[in-house]
């Protein structure tokens, strides 16, 4: 069953890496631009810039150069201001970015993007392409170094009606740019922890909670599911977490709650988390598993329920065998009790001498 699951999964999860000339870039993004005309929600509308590609992956050799396109996009009904810096990131446990000062890390990349543009104005659903340039140093260490494209929005004021403005609120959008130096590569996936309560009662709260950690020396792009089965009667349920990007070193936790959980025995958890060389290839993968019980609220209703039964049960025989004492005792008390009705004794009467 696990062999068939791992196979579906791989073959669900192979996509291609978005890579294409600036002219090309251009073509696709307006494409996307003339399909997307759809009203955007009020509450949208403030901030809602896009970037395509959001992430690329590239392996370069020291000393060498790589022209990249980026393309930007508003979403909005009103016109923005975009500030548009490089940084170092962090990836923090939860998934979210931390940003850093360039040279922050010993993987940084960040300095060896060229980027052309600090701010930028985009009209209403406007499309831009931005083209930069990577250049890897000679003495490039070889492993992975990262870096962050940032769109940050600053505040502009916009006519609104009967004279009325509005200022908008900021926000960013990021796009990666992961690049491998070649050389001494260690892709190395650790499953830290996989852990479930020891005993579930499937009342909403229970979870199986999973730390993954990139051992490795180069970014790795896994995907990954948690599965249960067991238990009467038997049931089962799959998660998957969905791609996500591990820089080196880093760990990522994942809360997954269960659910269809059956109503009493054992159960037993198991996650496999796959990887590869690049974005949608899984060439590895490493799982683990553990053991637990379940005891639901149900089961403990339903014994609840019996044993209240069985003491109102126990309760009505006390009683019963209390009556009966009384009466046993009531009938014995009546029949060692003379009649008052019964003739009173008399002697004979005694014969006198004559």
Known sequence: ????????????????????????????????????????PAHAARFSVELAPAQIELTLDPGTSSSQWVGVRNHAENPID?????????????????????????????TWLDF???????????????????????DAESGGHYAAIVFEGVPVETEGQED????????????????????PISRNLVIESLSVPTVVFGAGADTVSVRITNAG?????????????????????DEEFGQFTLLPGASRDFQVKL????????????????????????????????????????????????????????????????AARKKAATDATEESTPDAMAEPFSPAPRETAS
Request: hydrophobic fraction near 45%; aromatic fraction near 10%; proline fraction near 5%.
């Open 116 to 138: 052309p543009v600090a701010t930028m104005r985009l009209a209403p659903d406007e499309t831009r392409i931005i083209d930069y340039n990577i250049v890897v140093p000679e």
């Open 82 to 110: 975009l500030t548009v810096f490089v940084r170092d990131f962090d990836l923090l446990a939860d998934g979210s970015f931390e940003m850093q000062e360039l040279g922050h890390t010993t993987y940084s990349a960040g």
């Open 259 to 322: 659910e269809n959980v059956p109503w009493l025995g054992r159960m037993k958890a198991k996650t496999e988390l796959q990887f590869g060389p690049r974005i949608g290839v899984f060439d590895h993968s490493v799982e683990t598993s553990v053991g637990y019980f379940v005891l639901s609220w149900k089961v403990i209703l339903l014994l609840d329920i019996m044993l209240i039964g069985f003491d109102i049960a126990l309760f009505r025989e006390w009683r019963r065998r209390i």
């Open 164 to 183: 009325t403005t509005s200022v908008q609120i900021i926000g960013q959008v990021v796009g990666q740019v992961l690049i491998t130096i070649p050389g």
């Open 217 to 237: 020396n180069v970014h790795l792009t896994p995907n990954g599911y948690v599965q249960t089965w067991g238990g009467l009667p038997s049931g089962s349920f």
């Open 1 to 40: 069953m696990a062999g068939c699951t791992s196979s579906r999964r791989t073959s669900g999860m192979r996509r291609t890496m978005i890579m294409r000339e600036s002219v090309v870039g251009f073509v696709v993004l307006t494409a996307l631009a003339l399909t997307l005309r759809a009203p955007v």
